[in-house]
């Protein structure tokens, strides 16, 4: 074999992404925090992420430590549990007064703003997306809240409810950044809710105004990540974006700031794969170099940016 050849198969070999074989970290041993489907990490509370149910469930959310632990207010210790036990109901959550989870999908965090993102829209039909914006309670002192704000949104390029030829206008994906949210859309087939395809659109919300539709700004876009996106947020430090994907392939792709815009799906990129993932439906950075995945089926995974 010629040098030429084994210096080409050296390359190709690099660009190949690693796989990862995931094993739990930790298990959600709260039994009411069944299908985990969004996580962000506290900044003002260091060692918690807080995390929300699918759709279906109440208006409320957790606050969690890093390993799976629900944290319980101290003035409700007596009554509530962390886990089952005798004699002690499960503790129910922060529950979020004049609100409504039709489908939350993610949790994303401006400061010390937590967004509860309503934009799951699995058949492409709803008009009535948006996002509520809570102030970050303390998880050990406060067991209820209230939004400060709700906003209605709209994609700007879709005109049919559900639509014909794309259904592109699902979300499962929320991140905060430079002060302001972000949105990475899930595809399928026209018609077709179980059938995934593979591109996501990256979408931005400028200017937010409660008594309106506020219509997204579109800013960039991929064709194919190897899976329909699940999850995403952006380091501390802002320098990168992590996203997860699911269906056909399980994977997480980090995405390196832009030199200049905000195309961030269109510069430098790695991509870890991922086997059992299982349904993993959440991800945050805990720090700029590791992230915590979380799965449906209660497990969560860290992860390193050194594996990618």
């Known amino acids: 074999m010629t040098l030429a050849v084994l210096l080409a198969l050296a390359a190709t070999q690099s660009l190949q992404p690693k796989t990862k074989a995931l094993t739990p970290d930790a298990v959600i041993a709260h039994p009411l925090v069944a299908e985990n489907s969004g996580m962000v990490a506290s900044k003002r509370y260091p060692g918690v992420v807080w995390v929300h149910n699918d759709s279906g469930d109440e208006a409320r959310f957790w606050g969690m430590r890093t390993n799976g632990t ?16 005798d004699g002690k109901e499960p503790y129910p959550g922060v529950r979020v007064g004049n609100a409504v989870n039709f489908d ?46 709700h906003y209605t949104i709209a994609y700007p390029d879709q005109t049919e409810y559900p639509g014909v030829v794309r259904w592109h206008f699902d979300c499962e994906a929320v991140f905060g950044h430079a002060g302001k949210l972000w949105f990475l859309t899930k595809h399928r087939a026209p018609g077709q809710i179980a059938v995934p395809e593979t591109g996501t659109n990256l979408y931005r919300l400028d200017n937010p105004k409660p008594d309106q539709v506020n219509v997204l700004k579109k800013v960039d876009a991929a064709k194919d990540l190897g899976g329909w996106v699940t999850a995403a947020d952006m380091s501390p430090d802002g320098k990168t974006l992590a996203v997860l994907c699911q269906a056909p392939q399980a994977s997480i792709w980090l995405f390196t700031k832009p030199k200049s815009g905000d195309r961030w799906l269109s510069g430098e990129s790695k991509r870890l794969l991922l086997r059992n993932a299982k349904q993993a439906e959440s991800l945050a950075w805990l720090d700029d170099r590791t992230l915590l995945l979380g799965n449906e089926q209660r497990e969560l995974f860290r992860i390193s940016t050194s594996e990618f």
């Open 70 to 85: 629900v944290i319980v207010p101290d003035f409700l210790a007596d009554r509530f549990s962390a886990k089952k036990e």
């Open 104 to 149: 939350w999908e993610d949790i994303a965090r401006i400061g010390d703003r937590l967004i509860l993102a309503d934009v799951g829209n699995n058949g492409n039909a709803r008009r009535d997306l948006g996002v509520y914006e809570v102030l970050e309670p303390n998880p050990a002192a406060i067991d209820k809240t209230r939004p400060i704000a």
